[in-house]
């Protein structure tokens, strides 16, 4: 048959992008055996100069015949499948034309050249205007047996306007489902609950509901997204009439790099612990090796560890953990779960309600045990071979850099990713993961029972030298300089152990410290400038550290021999999660180097940091890059750049272009479904990070490169901080943060060098200005604000100890 005109039985996966949205989702549909009423399309090339060609005119009547001889007094709807209709981006729906009741050859012969007239109407050019599209529009043409149907209607899968999934919604009409499209007659509405698929409507559909029902969600399973679905019953039977993206719950747009998956559907967001590690906007290059490495371990449907990506920051989709939890009859917010995920992920303000993902026992149990088996299996690897990892690492990531050096062609240079990176960096990912949960489910229970027994500030004191005998490897970036400064380590040395650490280690863009020698040099000159002595501050908190445990001892002599060992496991623990990060991330740097050879080699300079992980593997294969999108990408992502710091929590929608414009927005959290509250104007509230009482003169830095106006006393505050800040540390009186928890990086550190820590604040940055006045109380994880006076900046009038 003519290759220009195919039924939707034949047309190849090959020819969908020719047919159309409305036209390749039919012929999916209806090759997947779903009850989708026979019919044909058109492609573009059947047409030349406006006119149906001979040779696709005679195939036409053939099918229309063909179609005729199986239903007596059939009629047929011509319907639009323009190639930009029904796409994820923009559903043109009701925008071009479709005939129905079309009875007579000629009738089609009008009612093909009608709809295809219709590309060039003025309401599409309107619409393709708003779209930001071209109004010029290729256009297929679907031809479909009409159904006399009895009842006609649309079902939306997903709530169109908050996304949540708990409901499918729908609405229908007796007759033929134009009215209810255009409104001329008034619409029955009814309920799906998932996960039990309840019905809640009219009484004469329910006969119809639970077909619907299970149609509907393997049709969002099989085009992995919510559907806004036509269907109509006729005779007792259903039938599918077509399925479109809800195009209000796109994440997104990759070829330009507009991403923001709040939009995806109602679900809840946290930065808390990401946030740290990831403080930078992602260019693509980072957020695609982030999510392939989420996609590796990932057990969970759509939970992205590190990888959710709203408007190129890194967020966690914390809906999906705690809607299994719900789905296995556990309180997502409660018991030993929900305090571990609070101390490592954040606390969830009290009043917001989580959004749950309407998960099956039985469907999760399904998905889970196909993934968790090799998990495991890669999790046990991790931990079984994790000493040796840890010693080999170093080492193997030096020659595997030479070895990137000394690739002589594209394809030898993809091979060494292929081959050699991307397998290590896995091993090192899974190595990463098993290291932090031991740590998060050691100290989330140990800090619980001691701060029970001994109260929150001692429990603090005595959980603030899991250093032990060792080091953790967060604190060495400032031993280290402490060390070059004495003279007992060289510069050398310390960019080789730890120049892959610094506040920007997870965006490839940005070159690290072992780069730059000048980073090291600026570090030593602000360290003597400040007079501070890391060595001495780490003595002073161990005495106190030693204090506490005296006290501890005094008051539960029965209990010192179990304390000992629960310190123990907790400093084991807290070492290799610290060393696991540190060394994952010296692997993870491996990458820059391969995209710089990468961009080396293919001239593509720093414009391979805006391509994704698998277009630098098609460049290096022969492939053409996408390089028409790199300007389009660039421009978001410096646009991206501009916007404030993000809320730690976002519950629902988010637009940050609309929040920023807020004037009284809330940078704490942001909750979709609440109204915005203001709290008591000179109190700020977060985690107990780290114990002590300071009064002090407040010192807002953006980033830690802005050090060098940070004086010694002055109290810290940030949005949040990650290694690349802990040599700042040593000079705060206290530090304040906007993002973290117990668990972070900014409570670690402190509570190890005896600096007062308020973390989690959610809003510091936005409430607090250089050279305001405040006392921070970091064991109840409360600051006061003074009201604002002339700014004091003298060293004498900061850090004050309250006692």
């Known amino acids: 048959m003519n290759d220009c005109v195919k039924t939707f039985g034949e047309l190849p996966a090959e020819l969908y992008s020719f047919a159309g949205g409305k036209g390749s989702i039919l012929s999916k549909m209806y090759q997947s055996g779903y009850p989708v009423p026979e019919g044909f399309v058109i492609l573009p090339s059947a047409f030349q100069d406006g006119q149906l060609r001979h040779q696709a005119r005679e195939a036409v009547d053939q099918y229309v015949n063909s179609i005729r001889s199986r239903h007596a007094s059939a009629l047929f709807a011509v319907r639009s499948s323009a190639l930009s209709e029904d796409s994820a981006q923009a559903s043109f729906a009701g925008e071009f034309d479709t005939v129905l009741n079309v009875k007579t050859d000629q009738d089609m012969s009008r009612a093909i050249d009608e709809v295809r007239r219709s590309a060039q109407s003025e309401r599409v050019k309107a619409y393709s205007a708003v779209q930001g599209m071209e109004d010029e529009h290729e256009i297929a043409i679907v031809i479909q047996l009409m159904i006399p149907s009895e009842i006609s209607g649309v079902l939306f899968t997903a709530d169109p306007i908050t996304g949540s999934r708990r409901e499918m919604t729908g609405n229908y009409v007796y007759g033929l489902g134009e009215q209810l499209v255009s409104g001329e007659a008034d619409a029955y509405s009814f309920k799906l609950a998932r996960p039990k698929k309840k019905y809640d409507g009219p009484g004469e559909f329910r006969k119809y509901a639970s077909k619907l029902y299970k149609l509907a969600k393997k049709l969002e399973k099989d085009l992995g997204r919510p559907q806004d679905i036509e269907w109509a019953a006729a005779g007792g039977t259903l039938y599918i009439l077509q399925s479109r993206p809800i195009t209000t719950l796109q994440a997104g747009n990759l070829e330009t790099y507009e991403w923001n998956d709040s939009f995806s559907g109602d679900f809840l967001w946290t930065n808390t612990n990401i946030g740290e590690a990831i403080p930078d906007v992602m260019t693509p290059l980072t957020w695609s090796l982030l999510r392939n490495l989420d996609e590796e371990s990932g057990i969970i449907p759509g939970y992205y560890v590190w990888s959710g990506n709203i408007c190129g920051r890194?967020?966690?989709?914390?809906?999906?953990?705690?809607?299994?939890?719900?789905?296995?009859?556990?309180?997502?917010?409660?018991?030993?779960?929900?305090?571990?995920?609070?101390?490592?992920?954040?606390?969830?303000?009290?009043?917001?309600?989580?959004?749950?993902?309407?998960?099956?026992?039985?469907?999760?149990?399904?998905?889970?045990?196909?993934?968790l088996k090799p998990y495991l299996s890669k999790m046990k690897h991790a931990k079984k071979n994790m000493s040796s990892y840890l010693d080999e690492s170093p080492e193997w990531c030096r020659n595997i850099e030479e070895k990137l050096k000394r690739a002589e062609t594209e394809r030898a240079l993809l091979s060494i990713w292929n081959n050699e990176i991307y397998p290590y960096l896995c091993n090192a990912w899974f190595?990463?993961?098993?290291?932090?949960?031991?740590?998060?489910?050691?100290?989330?229970?140990?800090?619980?029972?001691?701060?029970?027994?001994?109260?929150?500030?001692?429990?603090?004191?005595?959980l603030s030298n899991l250093r032990g005998k060792g080091g953790l490897a967060s604190?060495?970036?400032?031993?280290?300089?402490?060390?070059?400064?004495?003279?007992?380590?060289?510069?050398?040395?310390?960019?080789?152990?730890?120049?892959?650490?610094?506040?920007?280690?997870?965006?490839l863009s940005i070159p690290h410290p072992g780069e730059n020698r000048d980073w090291l040099t600026k570090q030593i000159k602000e360290h003597k400038e400040s007079g501070i002595d890391a060595?001495?501050?780490?003595?002073?908190?161990?005495?106190?550290?030693?204090?506490?445990?005296?006290?501890?001892?005094?008051?539960?002599?029965?209990?010192?021999?179990?304390?000992?060992?629960?310190?123990?496991?907790?400093s084991e623990y807290a070492n290799i999660r610290e060393t696991t990060r540190s060394e994952f991330v010296r692997v993870y740097r491996t990458a820059r180097a391969f995209a710089l050879r990468a961009a080396e080699m293919t001239g593509m300079k720093d414009d391979i940091f805006f391509l994704y992980l698998h277009e630098i593997s098609d460049l290096l294969a022969g492939k053409e890059p996408a390089v028409a999108s790199i300007q389009a990408r660039k421009q978001n992502y410096e646009t991206y750049k501009k916007l404030p710091p993000f809320p730690s929590v976002i519950n629902g929608r988010f637009n940050p272009f609309k929040w920023a414009e807020d004037p009284d927005r809330r940078a704490d959290y942001y909750d979709a479904f609440m109204p915005a509250e203001t709290d008591d104007a000179h109190t700020l509230k977060g985690f107990a990070g780290a114990a002590g009482r300071v009064e002090g003169i407040v010192?807002?830095?953006?980033?830690?490169?802005?050090?060098?106006?940070?004086?010694?006393?002055?109290?810290?505050?940030?949005?949040?901080?990650?290694?690349?800040?802990?040599?700042?540390?040593?000079?705060?009186?206290?530090?304040?943060?906007?993002?973290?928890a117990p668990l972070s990086h900014a409570a670690i550190v402190a509570r190890e060098l005896g600096i007062p820590a308020v973390v989690g604040c959610g809003n510091a940055t936005s409430k607090l200005k250089t050279g305001d006045r405040v006392a921070v109380d970091g064991g109840q994880g409360i600051v006061q604000l003074e009201p604002r006076q002339t700014p004091v900046t003298s060293e004498e009038e900061n850090g004050k100890l309250i006692e």
Do not use: C
Request: a neutral charge; aromatic letters at 6%.
């Open 314 to 371: 890194a967020y966690n989709n914390m809906s999906q953990p705690l809607s299994v939890l719900a789905a296995f009859g556990l309180n997502p917010k409660g018991g030993k779960i929900g305090k571990m995920m609070s101390d490592t992920l954040g606390e969830i303000p009290a009043e917001m309600k989580i959004p749950l993902y309407p998960f099956s026992k039985y469907e999760l149990l399904k998905i889970i045990s196909k993934k």
């Open 431 to 462: 190595a990463l993961i098993s290291g932090g949960r031991d740590s998060a489910q050691s100290s989330s229970s140990l800090t619980s029972q001691l701060t029970k027994l001994a109260g929150i500030e001692d429990a603090n004191l005595l």
């Open 475 to 507: 604190l060495e970036p400032i031993i280290g300089i402490d060390q070059v400064m004495k003279g007992r380590m060289s510069e050398e040395e310390y960019l080789r152990n730890q120049g892959h650490r610094g506040p920007h280690e997870y965006e």
């Open 535 to 570: 060595e001495q501050l780490l003595l002073k908190q161990q005495r106190a550290h030693e204090q506490a445990f005296r006290r501890f001892e005094e008051k539960f002599p029965h209990k010192v021999k179990w304390l000992k060992a629960k310190m123990e496991k907790a």
């Open 699 to 740: 010192r807002v830095l953006d980033a830690p490169e802005d050090g060098d106006s940070f004086a010694a006393g002055e109290i810290l505050v940030t949005s949040t901080t990650n290694v690349g800040w802990t040599p700042l540390f040593p000079r705060a009186a206290a530090i304040i943060t906007d993002v973290g």
